[in-house]
């Protein structure tokens, strides 16, 4: 899917022309699976907050001193 020809164009020796055939998508759909496969549609990363975070801790870790 990342070749042009789905568009109705083609390639030959480095230069890109209209094809006899017709587009078999959409502009639009051939830019949306284009940004698929480059990886622009995953969420973004939230960093959650925690209501009461960092307001326990743990008894173990406190007699040990790992925490």
């Not at 284009?34 to 549609?41: E, I, K, L, P, S």
């Amino acid at each position: 899917m990342r070749n042009e020809f789905y568009l109705g164009f083609f390639t030959w020796d480095g230069t890109t022309a209209q094809g006899s055939h017709p587009a078999i998508i959409s502009l639009q759909v051939f830019r949306q699976v284009q940004a698929v496969f480059d990886g622009h549609n995953k969420p973004k990363y939230q960093k959650h907050e925690f209501a009461f975070g960092g307001l326990l801790t743990c008894a173990y870790d406190d007699l040990h001193g790992d925490g």
